[in-house]
């Protein structure tokens, strides 16, 4: 008996063994337990990872009860979160869904098993088809992460112009790490928005648009109402004239850039897109006269208006060589106060532009192994003016920016003003803190020269010079501030300034706004005493902290800001309707300390104050200004402005 089950055990495992060695086995055991993986998740029959594979990320999606859903998982590298100029390049390449590195759809248990590589990741769990829960930095490995599907966050803005609220604008709301199309809304008639549902982030990115205005993109805090400025896009008509008549072919522009447009035979022109942000001034010009004309900020599409011309002017300019005579090869001439002049070098150092409104005009003329020139020329109108310009030989300014200890300082930033030098430039210097900057003239120059971490030094040079300069930088004090609520949340858009204590005691140095997690961060400070204090929307402002900051390692101070009580309420006309874009002013002592505007529906909310009375002026054009006291807290005020006209 005994020996017949050996003999049946053997059989056993021979047969198993001839199984596992049949074609196709292993492949089929293999592709289950893929399957396993793929479809339910972890599982501890899954296959070794591949080298590329060294780590995995595992986890569970389930909602705020713990109940599993069933949900589809990417993986994203993580990254930085994205900034402002970040978001305009994301969305002029419509690339407003960054690729995932690896994703998988949950089974019915919500579990799941993403293969990566071994690095930090963003997971983000989507149900049906819209991001309902996310995890930020998470480390592939052993450990287990929890996706858990939220009703979400909620934000609240509105979209205005120069004008007002901004009817019917589209916005694109856009996670930030990592970049996600999130909600896709309207703006309503007063231009007020809100977007449920979103992924917990300390920051969106919101990318708006409307008919009539051009497109805007912002970062907004998830924390308080987010405002959206759009750039107005309105239509201008008019007619281009010369001498009275039409000026068919006159090519019309905006000074600066902008749309462009040609009269057509009876001297008339369109131009669509225009900024209304700000004072416009149109450009015309034709064969032989220009024109221009300064529209003030426009509120809506204007027509009707024509542009004279008059007699243009030009200029020739011989670029020739101070001792010799001889024209240069390879000059360039520029005019820096009106960029959108073309020059066109007709042969080797010779030059035109025209036409020319009439009048001075500013050039910039240069050489290579010449020292730049400028000149004031004046330019006549129904001529060209012809002039020739010397340019000497360069001067060379060279040397050293050195440390503390005597050590060439890489990197340092050289600021050069002067004679040749359109608006300054900036030279970097190289290994042992060595620099050279060539094509300076026998002028005046004045020096200024940055480096983190160093004080920055001013000094004005003449040229040439017999020796080669060189200039020792200081070592600056730092300051690290972090700004706090009373439960110990970071505030972030904190204003925090740094008062100077000693000599010339109450100057505020330095102010900056706080980050997403409620610091800033000041360098290059004059080593000494100071105070730093903060405030913020909604809060109260912090008590001054004094701070000794001696060298360049940063002093960490934290403030800490207390919220503030609020008063709200609705401002009316004389007949009782909701009274839309009035100001509410606080005042303090012979001044205002806030302001809030009224919405479409007359609402305002003014916080961050103190207990106690206070005194508000009611003010919207057109009406007479009212002055009330009011106790501080208080909800539901109702302010009425006088008739339209009245005393």
């Given at each position: 008996?005994?020996?017949?089950?050996?003999?049946?055990?053997?059989?056993?495992?021979?047969?198993?063994?001839?199984?596992?060695?049949?074609?196709?086995?292993?492949?089929?055991?293999?592709?289950?337990?893929?399957?396993?993986?793929?479809?339910?998740?972890?599982?501890?029959?899954?296959?070794?990872?591949?080298?590329?594979?060294?780590?995995?990320?595992?986890?569970?999606?389930?909602?705020?009860?713990?109940?599993?859903?069933?949900?589809?998982?990417?993986?994203?590298?993580?990254?930085?979160?994205?900034?402002?100029?970040?978001?305009?390049?994301?969305?002029?390449?419509?690339?407003?869904?960054?690729?995932?590195?690896?994703?998988?759809?949950?089974?019915?248990?919500?579990?799941?098993?993403?293969?990566?590589?071994?690095?930090?990741?963003?997971?983000?769990?989507e149900v049906d088809g819209r991001p309902a829960a996310l995890a930020l930095e998470v480390e592939a490995g052993a450990s287990e992460v929890r996706l858990v599907v939220t009703d979400g966050e909620r934000l609240?803005?509105?979209?205005?112009?120069?004008?007002?609220?901004?009817?019917?604008?589209?916005?694109?709301?856009?996670?930030?790490?990592?970049?996600?199309?999130?909600?896709?809304?309207?703006?309503?008639?007063?231009?007020?928005?809100?977007?449920?549902?979103?992924?917990?982030?300390?920051?969106?990115?919101?990318?708006?648009?409307?008919?009539?205005?051009?497109?805007?993109?912002?970062?907004?805090?998830?924390?308080?109402?987010?405002?959206?400025?759009?750039?107005?896009?309105?239509?201008?008509?008019?007619?281009?004239?010369?001498?009275?008549?039409?000026?068919?072919?006159?090519?019309?522009?905006?000074?600066?850039?902008?749309?462009?447009?040609?009269?057509?035979?009876?001297?008339?022109?369109?131009?669509?897109?225009?900024?209304?942000?700000?004072?416009?001034?149109?450009?015309?010009?034709?064969?032989?006269?220009?024109?221009?004309?300064?529209?003030?900020?426009?509120?809506?599409?204007?027509?009707?208006?024509?542009?004279?011309?008059?007699?243009?002017?030009?200029?020739?300019?011989?670029?020739?060589?101070?001792?010799?005579?001889?024209?240069?090869?390879?000059?360039?001439?520029?005019?820096?106060?009106?960029?959108?002049?073309?020059?066109?070098?007709?042969?080797?150092?010779?030059?035109?532009?025209?036409?020319?409104?009439?009048?001075?005009?500013?050039?910039?003329?240069?050489?290579?192994?010449?020292?730049?020139?400028?000149?004031?020329?004046?330019?006549?109108?129904?001529?060209?003016?012809?002039?020739?310009?010397?340019?000497?030989?360069?001067?060379?300014?060279?040397?050293?920016?050195?440390?503390?200890?005597?050590?060439?300082?890489?990197?340092?930033?050289?600021?050069?003003?002067?004679?040749?030098?359109?608006?300054?430039?900036?030279?970097?210097?190289?290994?042992?803190?060595?620099?050279?900057?060539?094509?300076?003239?026998?002028?005046?120059?004045?020096?200024?020269?940055?480096?983190?971490?160093?004080?920055?030094?001013?000094?004005?040079?003449?040229?040439?010079?017999?020796?080669?300069?060189?200039?020792?930088?200081?070592?600056?004090?730092?300051?690290?501030?972090?700004v706090l609520g009373a439960r110990g949340e970071p505030v972030e858009d904190a204003s925090v300034s740094l008062t100077w204590v000693g000599e010339g005691r109450g100057e505020t140095v330095r102010e900056a706004?706080?980050?997403?997690?409620?610091?800033?961060?000041?360098?290059?400070?004059?080593?000494?005493?100071?105070?730093?204090?903060?405030?913020?929307?909604?809060?109260?402002?912090?008590?001054?902290?004094?701070?000794?900051?001696?060298?360049?390692?940063?002093?960490?101070?934290?403030?800490?800001?207390?919220?503030?009580?609020?008063?709200?309420?609705?401002?009316?006309?004389?007949?009782?309707?909701?009274?839309?874009?009035?100001?509410?002013?606080?005042?303090?002592?012979?001044?205002?300390?806030?302001?809030?505007?009224?919405?479409?529906?007359?609402?305002?909310?003014?916080?961050?104050?103190?207990?106690?009375?206070?005194?508000?002026?009611?003010?919207?054009?057109?009406?007479?200004?009212?002055?009330?006291?009011?106790?501080?807290?208080?909800?539901?005020?109702?302010?009425?402005?006088?008739?339209?006209?009245?005393?």
């Amino acid at each position: 008996m005994r020996y017949g089950l050996v003999a049946a055990g053997a059989l056993l495992l021979l047969l198993a063994l001839l199984l596992a060695l049949a074609p196709g086995g292993t492949e089929r055991r293999r592709a289950s337990a893929k399957t396993r993986a793929a479809g339910t998740g972890p599982d501890a029959s899954a296959p070794a990872l591949a080298a590329h594979e060294r780590a995995a990320l595992r986890g569970w999606v389930q909602d705020a009860r713990g109940l599993p859903m069933a949900a589809r998982v990417l993986a994203f590298e993580a990254g930085p979160a994205l900034t402002r100029e970040g978001l305009e390049q994301h969305v002029a390449a419509q690339a407003l869904e960054a690729p995932a590195r690896a994703t998988v759809t949950t089974g019915p248990d919500g579990a799941f098993l993403l293969r990566v590589p071994e690095g930090r990741y963003h997971l983000l769990a989507e149900v049906d088809g819209r991001p309902a829960a996310l995890a930020l930095e998470v480390e592939a490995g052993a450990s287990e992460v929890r996706l858990v599907v939220t009703d979400g966050e909620r934000l609240t803005g509105q979209v205005v112009d120069v004008a007002g609220g901004v009817a019917r604008a589209h916005l694109t709301v856009v996670s930030l790490t990592p970049v996600r199309r999130l909600r896709e809304v309207e703006s309503d008639e007063t231009g007020a928005f809100e977007v449920e549902g979103l992924l917990p982030q300390a920051r969106y990115g919101v990318w708006a648009r409307a008919a009539g205005h051009g497109s805007r993109g912002v970062l907004v805090a998830a924390s308080r109402p987010a405002t959206v400025m759009l750039p107005c896009a309105l239509r201008v008509e008019g007619r281009v004239l010369e001498r009275g008549v039409a000026a068919p072919g006159a090519r019309v522009r905006p000074r600066g850039g902008g749309p462009e447009a040609r009269a057509d035979s009876a001297g008339r022109f369109v131009l669509e897109g225009l900024d209304c942000s700000g004072r416009t001034e149109l450009l015309a010009e034709s064969a032989t006269g220009v024109g221009e004309r300064a529209l003030e900020p426009l509120s809506e599409d204007i027509s009707g208006f024509d542009i004279s011309l008059e007699s243009a002017g030009g200029l020739r300019v011989r670029v020739v060589e101070a001792r010799s005579g001889r024209l240069l090869e390879g000059a360039s001439v520029q005019s820096p106060a009106v960029p959108e002049v073309v020059w066109r070098e007709e042969d080797v150092g010779r030059f035109r532009a025209a036409p020319l409104m009439p009048g001075p005009h500013a050039l910039l003329v240069r050489a290579p192994g010449h020292g730049a020139v400028q000149r004031l020329l004046e330019v006549r109108a129904g001529a060209e003016t012809e002039v020739e310009l010397e340019l000497p030989p360069e001067s060379v300014l060279a040397g050293r920016i050195l440390g503390p200890e005597g050590l060439g300082m890489q990197g340092a930033r050289l600021h050069l003003l002067g004679p040749g030098l359109s608006g300054g430039e900036v030279f970097l210097t190289g290994a042992q803190g060595r620099f050279e900057v060539r094509g300076l003239a026998e002028e005046t120059y004045e020096l200024r020269v940055e480096r983190p971490g160093s004080l920055s030094v001013t000094q004005e040079l003449r040229l040439p010079r017999s020796e080669p300069l060189e200039l020792s930088l200081a070592p600056a004090a730092a300051v690290a501030v972090k700004v706090l609520g009373a439960r110990g949340e970071p505030v972030e858009d904190a204003s925090v300034s740094l008062t100077w204590v000693g000599e010339g005691r109450g100057e505020t140095v330095r102010e900056a706004v706080t980050d997403a997690r409620g610091g800033v961060h000041f360098g290059g400070l004059v080593p000494g005493s100071y105070l730093a204090k903060a405030r913020a929307p909604g809060y109260l402002p912090s008590e001054p902290v004094p701070v000794e900051a001696w060298d360049e390692e940063a002093v960490p101070v934290s403030l800490v800001l207390r919220e503030g009580l609020t008063l709200s309420g609705r401002v009316r006309d004389a007949r009782g309707l909701p009274a839309a874009e009035a100001d509410v002013v606080l005042m303090g002592e012979a001044t205002s300390v806030g302001r809030a505007r009224t919405d479409g529906q007359g609402r305002f909310t003014l916080s961050g104050l103190g207990p106690g009375r206070v005194r508000l002026l009611v003010e919207k054009f057109g009406h007479p200004m009212r002055e009330v006291e009011v106790e501080v807290p208080a909800s539901n005020l109702e302010l009425m402005l006088g008739g339209p006209g009245s005393e």
